[in-house]
């Protein structure tokens, strides 16, 4: 038997890379999309074309848009109420004085419930079904989120938060360098694919996730590079922050590199973290590694990040947050990195994906000269799904609408957000109808607020809280 979903529908065919995502961009105005009992696709396009089933059960959407879960590659959850929190400084301090004191929070049980509860809940309103999720220093706050989600039915990627150094307001936050390596491996143990018993199959797996380098030491990444040896064939992930923070002098930059002595900040996650960027452990990048914001990498630190297939969770709304400065796109794209979408919740003050494309799109749209680049409407949906799949390295089984894969979707009604609803209906659309598409997309991913996102489906089962 297989289930019907008909409206309009976009996504971003194939496997293009994001300079393809144009020539990619499926649109099916009276679309179907249609998913078996696994909750895989075996059919999208055109309704009238689809195969025919007598046993089919149809959900006619009515002019409701449909399209491919959106993926959230950086999200923190120990941070779902420090969303706007004021610190009065750039990352280091807004680190010190708000951020390290809310996470310290989660020491109470009762607290990390709640939080983990109520982050579950946004992440549905806001229609991401796949996230990379930056997690809390403590077990049972883990515990939480991974049993949260597994609950609900969403697709997580998680680890615990590992800092051995940091100053007074880190103190709660802060293991020994034993316990940083034997809760991590606990917790992989744990959660790693405690779903399905299936790296291939399941919706929860593990992470390894150093704070970033200013949180560790050389002992602390020596022993990650060694447990991440360990578990890298079972499908284990890393994901920590880089290049944010360019203050000169004081900001996370410098300090790494002067910490360190290092050539370059990515050196500290690629086993090169010893004075001259010696060799001191194993390396953390490969294609199963996210690396936040990577906003002032050199020419080096990119080739290498392409070389080993390591992604970069791109934040424009949390980089103008924390005055970090622009990411440079054209660049960095270029480069050969598969480049995704990320909130940073709290730093990001939106939990919608299509808020951070809207961001990028101004945000790159105004870089200096030559780097001005007005990103087309299917390469940010290209860069909020498909390429989020890729980062998460599971491009195989989500991201689009591609008959097999596991079907993630919205459904999205604009009669639930007056604005919206309004330029779709009266916005001016050009006569030919390849630019009319990109219009349309373009208004409906500059237009989306949660309160449009009426159901969100994973592996085609509906999710709710
Ligand atoms: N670098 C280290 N920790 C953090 C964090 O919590 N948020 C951001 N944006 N950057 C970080
Ligand atoms: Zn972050």
Same mark, same amino acid.
């Given at each position: ?152 039915? *969403? ?5 615990? %938060? ?5 100053? !007074?307001?880190? /103190?709660?936050? $802060?293991? +020994? ?124 630190? *990119? ?5 080993? %297939? ?5 934040? !424009?709304?949390? /980089?103008?947050? $924390?005055? +970090? ?141």
């Amino acid at each position: 038997m297989s289930t019907t979903h008909l409206g309009q529908i976009f996504h971003v065919a194939g496997s293009p890379t994001v300079f393809g995502a144009d020539d990619a961009l499926a649109w099916f105005p009276d679309g179907a999309l249609v998913v078996d009992d696994a909750g895989t696709v075996i059919y999208c396009g055109p309704r009238d074309a689809r195969p025919a089933d007598d046993a089919e059960v149809v959900h006619d959407h009515g002019a409701a848009f449909l399209i491919p879960g959106f993926v959230d590659t950086h999200i923190h959850f120990p941070q779902t109420y420090s969303v706007d929190a004021y610190g009065g400084g750039q990352l280091l301090e807004w680190l010190d004085s708000c951020i390290f004191p809310a996470e310290s929070r989660l020491a109470d049980p009762a607290f990390a419930e709640q939080i983990a509860s109520d982050f579950t809940v946004r992440r549905i309103a806001a229609g991401t079904t796949a996230a990379m999720v930056f997690g809390s220093a403590f077990g049972h706050a883990q515990d939480a989120l991974f049993a949260e989600t597994r609950r609900v039915g *969403l697709r997580l990627i998680s680890g615990r %938060g590992i800092q051995t150094v940091g100053g !007074p307001s880190a /103190q709660a936050l $802060l293991t +020994s360098e034993r316990d940083a390596v034997d809760l991590t491996a606990a917790e992989i143990d744990r959660w790693h694919a405690a779903d399905t018993g299936s790296v291939d199959t399941a919706l929860l797996h593990a992470a390894i996730v150093p704070r970033f380098s200013l949180s560790v030491t050389t002992d602390t990444l020596a022993a990650l590079g060694e447990l991440y040896d360990d578990v890298r064939d079972r499908g284990v992930y890393v994901h920590t922050h880089l290049n944010e923070n360019n203050r000169p002098g004081t900001g996370e930059i410098d300090m790494v590199k002067r910490s360190f002595e290092v050539d370059s900040y990515l050196d500290t996650y690629d086993g090169k973290f010893l004075p001259g960027s010696r060799i001191g452990g194993k390396s953390l990048l490969g294609p199963r590694t996210v690396m936040a914001h990577a906003v002032h990498c050199t020419d080096a630190e *990119l080739t290498r990040m392409a070389a080993t %297939g390591t992604s970069i969770a791109h934040c !424009p709304v949390s /980089q103008l947050f $924390l005055g +970090s400065g622009t990411m440079p796109w054209r660049r960095t794209v270029e480069a050969g990195v598969t480049v995704a979408a990320g909130t940073d919740v709290g730093a990001g003050d939106e939990w919608l994906i299509s808020r951070v494309l809207s961001d990028a799109f101004k945000v790159h749209l105004s870089e200096p000269g030559d780097a001005s680049v007005a990103i087309h409407p299917a390469e940010m949906l290209f860069t909020g799904t498909l390429a989020g799949a890729r980062a998460l390295d599971m491009e195989s089984r989500f991201g689009n609408f591609d008959a097999g894969k596991e079907a993630d979707f919205l459904v999205i009604r604009p009669e639930r957000w007056a604005p919206l609803e309004a330029i779709l209906a009266q916005g001016v659309r050009a006569d030919d109808d390849r630019t009319a598409r990109d219009q349309t997309l373009f208004a409906l991913l500059m237009g989306l607020r949660e309160p449009a996102i009426a159901e969100v489906y994973v592996r085609g089962a509906r999710v709710t809280v």
